[in-house]
C-alpha cells in the first residue's frame, strides 16, 4: 500500500476507531432516561373482565450502561440522569444480582394491587403478612449503608414485626441516638444490623408548618403478603419490568377489569407511585422522565403522588417536567387511590 493510499485512508480509519471506542467502550455509568408508556390490558387479565374504552398504563425508566456519547448527551439532557455503578450496586453482588431484586419487589407491589383493588371492588382475599420489604433507603440516612431494595425486615430489637404499620408505630417511640436492631432476610438468609435513630429531613413546606422532626433510621417499605385464593382469578405478566412504582396503576386496571364501570370514560391515563395495602400512594424515582414517557405515548392525564405538598414533591416535579416538555397532558395529584377514582369519576366521556 502506497503512502498516498495510507494518507487518503488513515482520517476514516481513526475515525471508525473513534466511533467503535465511543459506542462500544463501557464506562462505570449508568444512563436512565424516560422509557415507555406501558398498556396494561394486555398484561392484566381478570377472569370474566369487563373492557375498557380507553387505556390504563404503566410508566417506565430506561437504564443501560453509559458510552462516551450517551455521557456526553447526558450532560445537555436534563431528562438523562448519570447514576455511577459503584453508587448504584453499592449494595448488590451483581447487576443480575440487582435486577432480581427489583423483580421481588414488583411481585410484592402486585399482590398488594391486587388486595386493594379487590377490596375497592367488595371482594375479600384471604392475606397473611410475612415481614415488611425495604423498597427503599434514603441517602445519608443510617439504613442506606446496611439494607437493600428487596430486603425483608423480620424482626426489629428482637420482636417479630409483619407489616409495616407494625415497624413505623415501633420506630416513632424512639428518640434520635436510639439504636435498632433490624433483623432481615437477604436471599433468604437472615441478618442482623445495629441502626442509630437518626433525624429525618424535612421539607422547606414542613419547616414553615412548624412541623417537629421525626426519627427514623431512612426506608420506605411494603408489607410482603402471601394471598390466598382469589375470585375471580387474575394473571399478570410484567415479564422483566421490575420495581414497586406501577402500584397505583396495577390497582386502578385491576379494579376497572373487576367492575362494570370503565372508569378511563375513552381517555389515555397513566401514572405512577407505589400503593400500600390501605390504598395510600408512595414516592418513586425517575418520574420527570416517566413524564416525557407518557407524553410520547400521548397520554391524557398523568397521576402522580402528592406527598402532602412536600417540597419537590414528585407531583411539583411532574408538573414543572411537563411544563418544560410543553405537553397537554393534565398531571393530576393524588395521595390516595380513591383520590384517582373521585378524579376519574368527575370527568366526563371523552368525545374526541
Same mark, same amino acid.
Given at each position: $500500500?502506497?503512502? %498516498? ?9 481513526? @475515525? ?12 462505570? +455509568? +449508568?444512563?436512565?432516561?424516560? =422509557? ?17 374504552? =380507553?387505556?390504563? $398504563?404503566?410508566?417506565?425508566? *430506561? $437504564? ?54 379487590? *377490596? ?9 403478612? %410475612? ?7 434514603? %441517602? ?15 424482626? !426489629? ?12 408505630? +415501633? ?8 439504636? @435498632? ?34 426519627? =427514623?433510621? =431512612? ?9 390466598? %385464593? ?18 397505583? $396503576? ?83 395529584? !393524588? ?18
Amino acid at each position: $500500500m502506497s503512502r %498516498e493510499t495510507v494518507r487518503r485512508f488513515l482520517p476514516t480509519g481513526i @475515525v471508525a476507531v473513534l466511533l467503535i471506542v465511543g459506542f462500544y467502550y463501557p464506562l462505570p +455509568y +449508568y444512563i436512565s432516561q424516560p =422509557g415507555e408508556a406501558v398498556e396494561l390490558a394486555p398484561i392484566i387479565q381478570v377472569e370474566n373482565r369487563h373492557h375498557e374504552q =380507553g387505556s390504563l $398504563m404503566l410508566t417506565t425508566v *430506561r $437504564m443501560g450502561g453509559a458510552n462516551f456519547f450517551s455521557f456526553a448527551l447526558a450532560n445537555f439532557n436534563s431528562y438523562m440522569d448519570v447514576i455511577p455503578k459503584d453508587f448504584l450496586l453499592a449494595h448488590y453482588k451483581s447487576e443480575e444480582h440487582y435486577s432480581r431484586r427489583q423483580l421481588q419487589v414488583m411481585e410484592s407491589s402486585q399482590e398488594t394491587a391486587i388486595l386493594v383493588a379487590y *377490596r375497592l371492588a367488595g371482594i375479600n382475599i384471604p392475606v397473611k403478612n %410475612e415481614g415488611i420489604i425495604v423498597t427503599q433507603t434514603m %441517602e445519608g440516612m443510617p439504613a442506606e449503608q446496611h439494607l437493600q431494595i428487596g430486603d425483608v425486615i423480620i424482626r !426489629v430489637d428482637q420482636k417479630e414485626v409483619n407489616t409495616s404499620e407494625e415497624l413505623i408505630t +415501633y420506630i416513632l417511640g424512639k428518640k434520635k441516638g436510639d439504636s @435498632v436492631e433490624i433483623t432481615y432476610l437477604r436471599d433468604e438468609q437472615e441478618q442482623t444490623a445495629m441502626l442509630a435513630i437518626s433525624e429525618l429531613p424535612l421539607s422547606d413546606e414542613e419547616k414553615e408548618r412548624g412541623v417537629e422532626p421525626r426519627a =427514623g433510621i =431512612g426506608i420506605s417499605t411494603l408489607t410482603k403478603r402471601s394471598l390466598g %385464593e382469589i375470585t375471580p382469578s387474575v394473571n399478570i405478566r410484567t415479564e422483566k419490568i421490575g420495581g414497586p412504582s406501577a402500584g397505583l $396503576m396495577f390497582t386502578l386496571e385491576i379494579y376497572n377489569q373487576l367492575t362494570e364501570h370503565d372508569i378511563t370514560k375513552g381517555y389515555r391515563i397513566a401514572g405512577t407511585g407505589t400503593i400500600n395495602a390501605e390504598g395510600n400512594i408512595g414516592r418513586i424515582g425517575g418520574i420527570h422522565q416517566k413524564v416525557v414517557a407518557a407524553d410520547k405515548a400521548k397520554v391524557d392525564i398523568f397521576f402522580a403522588p402528592h406527598e402532602k405538598w412536600a417540597t419537590n414533591s414528585n407531583y411539583q416535579v411532574a408538573l414543572a417536567a411537563a411544563k418544560d416538555i410543553g405537553t397537554s397532558m393534565k398531571v393530576v395529584p !393524588v395521595e390516595h387511590v380513591k383520590d384517582a377514582l373521585a378524579y376519574l369519576d368527575s370527568l366526563p366521556p371523552k368525545t374526541e
